[in-house]
């Protein structure tokens, strides 16, 4: 007896290596061409020209304050989806591979730890590689929370990445004044770091013992493939299509709730609260809040709309809160959104100091 439970410990843990082994692949090569080497051109070239090239995505809609339209949507979603599909490809590929190849209590001793503020530190932490904006890291978010992780690492993942992102850092220090970078790091670490773990409060508890006691991996590796292919499909056939959906429905008013540069004139200070929760359900590419902030200030436009969008349009989106709505609740998400958009005064009331 004792030598058979020795017997399938080992071929567990070893199932459980490919499996991981298999997932470090699909994350480096994907992330490789997805984001690492197509980024770290675009920083050699900034870093010689130090401008943005390109306008801000909220053009393809239409004018600012344009009308909504469906031609607008269509020209938007065209737009969005040439610029994120490598890295929305990639990031059901990682979900699948989460949810299929990583051994559920390897996840869970990576992540759950014993505090919130761990938690949301471990989450951080491995949202850094990935340099995704916040409807690619849904599926992500979404492969973690079903495989036990708990709330506080899933929203930090979930909001780590775009808000954290390394690539869009250093970005912004190439291309605006240094009070947008520092901002942007300081704000956006107390949005990863401390409001996930006061929004995760509204969580009912996370992991079972049933989870705990579930084996390390499939028995044998040779399941794994069919098992990958099995989760992929069922990512992509649930997600895809309210993905798909949604930035249509988004990009028709997105002409119309971008004219921010109008609002400061028309609204006052009440400017940077619409500012901040109009930006957290616009949705933008990774780095598409550089243009914005960069036209908003050279406009002569409030500083303190600027850092609420520096924050807002970044960190969530409607799509994005739309696929991860399920799997970490609809209370949990809205909270989230209410964090976003509190952070985002925050920032506006930062910057404007600075």
Not at 45 to 64: D, E, L, N, Q, R
Not at 170 to 190: C, D, T
Not at 251 to 256: E, I, M, P, Q, R
Not at 308 to 320: E, F, K, V
Request: charged share 10%; net charge positive; aromatic share 8%.
């Amino acid at each position: 007896m004792t030598t058979t439970v020795s017997s399938e410990a080992r071929q567990g843990k070893r199932v459980g290596l490919v499996g991981v082994g298999l997932l470090a692949v699909l994350f480096v090569v994907g992330l490789l061409w997805a984001k690492w080497l197509p980024y770290a051109a675009k920083t050699s070239t900034m870093a010689t020209t130090h401008t943005w090239s390109g306008g801000a995505i909220f053009a393809k809609a239409g004018a600012p304050g344009s009308a909504p339209s469906l031609s607008g949507a269509w020209h938007f979603t065209v737009a969005y989806f040439q610029s994120v599909w490598p890295a929305a490809v990639v990031g059901l590929a990682l979900a699948a591979a989460v949810d299929a190849l990583l051994p559920k209590a390897w996840l869970l001793t990576a992540l759950n730890r014993r505090s919130r503020i761990g938690q949301s530190l471990a989450g951080g932490a491995a949202s850094l590689p990935s340099l995704m904006c916040t409807c690619c890291t849904a599926p992500v978010a979404v492969g973690l929370r079903r495989r036990g992780a708990a709330v506080t690492a899933s929203l930090a993942y979930w909001v780590g990445n775009p808000v954290l992102n390394p690539a869009v850092l250093v970005f912004l220090f190439l291309v605006a004044p240094w009070q947008f970078g520092v901002v942007r790091l300081v704000v956006g670490a107390l949005l990863v770091f401390g409001a996930t773990t006061v929004v995760a409060r509204l969580a009912r508890p996370q992991v079972s013992p049933a989870v705990l006691a579930e084996p390390l991996a499939p028995v044998r590796v040779r399941d794994l493939p069919l098992r990958y292919l099995r989760s992929l499909a069922r990512f992509t056939v649930v997600l895809v299509p309210e993905y798909l959906v949604v930035v249509l429905l988004v990009g028709a008013v997105s002409g119309w709730l971008s004219d921010f540069s109008e609002l400061t004139t028309h609204l006052g200070v009440a400017a940077v609260l619409v500012c901040a929760v109009v930006g957290t359900l616009l949705v933008i590419p990774t780095g598409g809040e550089i243009p914005v902030v960069l036209a908003l200030t050279a406009a002569g436009a409030s500083v303190g709309s600027a850092g609420a969008l520096l924050i807002a349009l970044p960190a969530l989106s409607l799509p994005s809160m739309v696929m991860v709505g399920r799997a970490l609740s609809w209370r949990v998400t809205a909270a989230m959104a209410g964090a976003v958009v509190v952070t985002s005064l925050v920032s506006a009331v930062v910057l404007s100091l600075l």
